[in-house]
């Protein structure tokens, strides 16, 4: 049986870890706060803490310049990806939920990065679907979204990503329940969508245990 190295995380080691990356600026912690006391009973859909410094050290690490992010919620993780991009970069963020995005609006203003956010209220797949397929182009994809749908999310993404080009997708080990061969709903999709991706041999990809669970592909030539 395989041993992990990883600690376990307390509050205090949580803390430590927070204090050791990146500090956020005050747009993005006000955007947490805000979203905490707006939409408490929905603020579980945020994304954790420590992955904006993360995906926006991505996007400076790939050089990203198009981006496509599935699942908004408040714009947290929208806003620090655009704040990574350059001038002339774009992100085409995916959403259902005018009221949630509408804060991320207000942040991405106020953080003078809201003309590199194209914000399209729709079911994303029609979004996905109405984007140009004839080549891959887009740089860096951010999947976060309604679990059942990853996989139907993923085969729109896959082929308009470029060789080399960088897919991040959250939530893969759904709470750890996706050890779980019983397991119906959200961890049973997600359990699917991670043996789909182990397969893909248009993807090298790693599953790393970044809060709930990370997963960074690279698109291969193939």
């Known amino acids: 049986m395989p041993e992990t190295k990883n600690p376990p995380l307390t509050n205090d080691l949580y803390a430590y870890l927070l204090a050791h990356n990146p500090p956020l600026d005050t747009v993005q912690r006000e955007l947490i706060n805000a979203t905490r006391a707006r939409f408490a009973d929905d603020a579980g859909l945020q994304t954790a803490e420590e992955q904006g410094p993360l995906l926006a050290f991505l996007v400076r690490l790939t050089g990203a310049r198009r981006i496509v992010e599935v699942g908004t919620f408040t714009g947290y993780s929208t806003l620090s990806m655009a704040q990574a991009l350059p001038d002339d970069g774009r992100i085409i963020a995916c959403d259902v939920s005018e009221e949630w995005t509408a804060l991320g609006r207000e942040a991405w203003a106020k953080a003078g990065v809201a003309d590199r956010v194209d914000l399209r209220i729709a079911p994303?797949?029609?979004?996905?679907?109405?984007?140009?397929?004839d080549e891959?182009?887009?740089?860096m994809a951010f999947l976060d979204a309604d679990k059942g749908n990853y996989l139907a999310y993923w085969e729109e993404l896959v082929p308009r990503t470029r060789p080399g080009g960088l897919l991040v997708v959250d939530n893969t080990?759904?709470?750890?329940?996706?050890?779980d061969t019983a397991a119906t709903g959200g961890a049973a999709a997600i359990r699917a969508f991670n043996d789909h991706v182990l397969a893909d041999d248009r993807v090298e990809a790693v599953l790393l245990s970044v809060a709930d669970g990370l997963t960074l592909a690279r698109r291969t030539g193939r």
């Open 136 to 139: 891959p182009w887009i740089d």
């Open 173 to 179: 080990l759904f709470h750890g329940g996706v050890v």
């Open 124 to 133: 994303a797949l029609d979004t996905l679907r109405a984007l140009p397929a």
